[in-house]
């Protein structure tokens, strides 16, 4: 049997020694995106930290970057053993640069890094963080119920061992808007709702039936993105739902 017929049929790698060229693209593809995308993230919220309305909310936002900073380690050091150059790879990139407000790139990467698009747009002080942090978090975590099934064995270790607490970031996005909302300074939450679901939404990709087909063959994909596009819409909506709030 052929690696790619073992693949086929729900075979699993455990090693970069026995990963055939095109599945060793791909799979840097898949993880260059999430180290790039968790890193963008921290960078972003790390700037909003200082804009909290308390303590317990800074240390929760502090959390966050810390937490998603060491995801980012994480899968980092995995594409090391590819050869990777790690140090180099964690620094020479603007994790902290972002598009104008009013852009709009749809789901196109940038030129500097793999980041998803949602993470070129800027957020608009602390309310508009915690915002983008739920719905961003929501769909962070219904793809890591698709990556966590990827035939590469360290990488699906890596992934079931980060969704728990990529949850816990959402539960703590949807806690902050509930306190916001409480106290009286949620400003204009459904503004930013408005603005961030579309973006988020984008970061599901596009689509593409042929090149699904092809991730999926080599087990690097699993859910197409409609369902997994929908599943996201119903707990997106579900989340604002319970702190009254409502979907675009």
Do not use: C
Request: aromatic share 8%; glycine share 10%.
């Amino acid at each position: 049997m052929t690696i790619e017929d073992y693949l086929a049929q729900g075979g699993v790698l455990t090693s970069p020694a026995n990963v055939p060229p095109r599945y060793r693209a791909e799979l840097m593809k898949l993880m260059a995106s999430f180290v790039d995308s968790e890193l963008a993230g921290a960078a972003g919220f790390a700037d909003i930290i200082n804009e909290g309305p308390g303590i317990k909310e800074r240390i929760a936002a502090a959390r966050i970057v810390l937490e998603k900073t060491d995801h980012a380690d994480k899968v980092l050091t995995l594409m090391g053993d590819f050869g990777a150059d790690t140090a180099r790879y964690a620094n020479h990139h603007p994790w902290a640069a972002r598009l104008d407000r009013d852009a709009d790139i749809g789901a196109r990467r940038g030129e500097r890094d793999m980041r998803l698009a949602v993470f070129n747009y800027p957020l608009a002080g602390w309310a508009d963080a915690v915002v983008m942090n739920l719905l961003m978090g929501r769909a962070v975590v219904v793809q890591l119920g698709d990556m966590q099934m990827v035939s590469y064995q360290p990488l699906a270790g890596a992934f079931r061992a980060i969704a728990p607490v990529e949850l816990r970031h959402a539960e703590l996005a949807e806690e902050g808007l509930a306190r916001l909302i409480s106290e009286g300074q949620g400003g204009d939450l459904q503004a930013s709702v408005a603005y961030w679901w579309p973006r988020v939404a984008a970061s599901f990709g596009q689509g593409d039936t042929d090149r699904f087909d092809q991730l999926r063959a080599m087990g690097l994909r699993h859910a197409e993105r409609g369902a997994l596009l929908s599943r996201w819409q119903a707990e997106a909506e579900a989340a604002l739902s319970r702190v009254g709030l409502a979907a675009p």
